[in-house]
């Protein structure tokens, strides 16, 4: 089938992005995410480098160019840089991006370069030290931002920084965030708190509608970039005082689907056609030998064929999900 234009479905709405999960287990416990940290369910055979070879060979061969490895933590994985090695060498992948909580970056990032990742994104949801620690449970805001100074210098092309607004915890941070990137070429983004099945007291106590930021954004002189062909659904924003540039992600906003352009593959093999609560269709029979690619191909194509033009959670349809590490986010 190797055909090199993007998956499409009924809504024309393509799909050149994967973000690939490697595992659902995570060493960090962030309140809204794994507030008990990581529960062990006996079920963590996740995917081999084989497996996610197939995966990323199948799709590449169907016009998707971008992929993201994320979890869980998918730096836990003591194959993490040979998983990184496997997807950057398939044909047809030109950009190999990750999402991360920074352990240990600083130390890290130069192999996670090596291993052909050329995008980062690190999960920074407060630069406060004592906010950090209460929101993730780690005393280690100064190694991940180490470590995100060490991947600007390893040569990252892009460096993103995740920052989920958090009412109560980090609304009183703009400011800091700003001076985050007034000197450093890295993007942040504000990702809308998402309620899960875990997290229902917690969304509600927290919640804060993008939009709140962006007016103090406006107020503050930064502007709407245009948005760039085949970009997702993050809005961004520059100012010409500043090095780096906003981003701002509102799955709650009404046309958050009309530029979806990803799909997400589980730690065990499931097509995510969604982030919000689908089920999944499970895969992993396809990905256990070479020969199946076509079969893969064609199954995935016709999965195509049943999502769904919106969330519709502006409908009041909750999408609830348990949590968001076993879809990456
Ligand atoms: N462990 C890595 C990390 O934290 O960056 C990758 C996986 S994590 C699930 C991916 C992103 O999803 C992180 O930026 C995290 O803050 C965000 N996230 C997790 N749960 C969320 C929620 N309920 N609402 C909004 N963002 C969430
Ligand atoms: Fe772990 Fe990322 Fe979830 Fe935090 S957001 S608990 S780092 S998976």
């Given at each position: 089938m190797d055909k090199g234009t993007a998956i499409e479905d009924r809504f024309g709405r393509r799909f050149p992005y994967l973000r690939l999960s490697v595992t659902d287990v995570?060493?960090?416990?962030?309140?809204?995410?794994?507030?008990?940290?990581?529960?062990?369910?006996?079920?963590?055979?996740?995917?081999?480098?084989?497996?996610?070879?197939?995966i990323v060979e199948a799709f590449a061969g169907m016009g998707t160019w971008k992929i993201r490895l994320t979890g869980g933590e998918p730096t836990v994985r003591q194959d993490f840089c040979e998983i990184a090695k496997a997807v950057a060498s398939v044909p047809g992948i030109r950009k190999l991006a990750f999402t991360t909580n920074g352990y240990k970056l600083p130390e890290r990032a130069g192999a996670y370069y090596e291993s052909g990742l050329r995008a980062i994104n690190v999960s920074i949801d407060s630069l406060d030290p004592r906010k950090f620690h209460e929101i993730t449970g780690h005393d280690r805001l100064d190694e991940v931002v180490a470590g995100v100074q060490k991947a600007l210098e390893v040569g990252f092309e892009s460096v993103k920084i995740n920052a989920v607004l958090l009412k109560g915890l980090n609304d009183?941070?703009?400011?800091?965030?700003?001076?985050?990137?007034?000197?450093?070429?890295?993007?942040?983004?504000?990702?809308?708190?998402?309620?899960?099945?875990?997290?229902?007291?917690?969304?509600?106590?927290?919640?804060?509608?993008?939009?709140?930021?962006?007016?103090?954004?406006?107020?503050?002189?930064?502007?709407?970039?245009?948005?760039?062909?085949?970009?997702?659904?993050?809005?961004?924003?520059?100012?010409?005082?500043?090095?780096?540039?906003?981003?701002?992600?509102?799955?709650?906003?009404?046309?958050?689907?009309?530029?979806?352009?990803?799909?997400?593959?589980?730690?065990?093999?499931?097509?995510?056609?969604?982030?919000?609560?689908?089920?999944?269709?499970?895969?992993?029979?396809?990905?256990?030998?070479?020969?199946?690619?076509?079969?893969?191909q064609e199954t995935v194509m016709r999965l195509m064929q049943v999502k769904k033009i919106s969330h519709f959670l502006h409908n009041g349809e909750t999408g609830v999900r348990k949590n968001l590490s076993s879809v990456g986010g």
């Open positions: 995570c060493n960090f416990r962030c309140t809204y995410c794994l507030p008990d940290g990581y529960q062990k369910t006996g079920e963590e055979a996740f995917l081999s480098v084989a497996e996610i070879r197939r009183d941070e703009l400011d800091g965030f700003l001076g985050f990137i007034e000197n450093r070429p890295v993007s942040l983004r504000f990702i809308e708190l998402m309620q899960t099945g875990d997290n229902l007291e917690y969304f509600r106590k927290h919640h804060v509608p993008a939009t709140v930021v962006r007016e103090k954004l406006l107020a503050r002189g930064w502007h709407l970039l245009a948005r760039e062909e085949g970009a997702g659904p993050a809005v961004e924003y520059a100012h010409r005082d500043y090095q780096g540039r906003i981003g701002m992600i509102a799955p709650y906003a009404k046309d958050f689907c009309a530029t979806c352009n990803r799909l997400r593959i589980s730690a065990r093999g499931s097509l995510h056609l969604c982030l919000f609560g689908e089920g999944g269709h499970a895969l992993r029979h396809l990905l256990q030998d070479d020969g199946q690619k076509e079969e893969l």
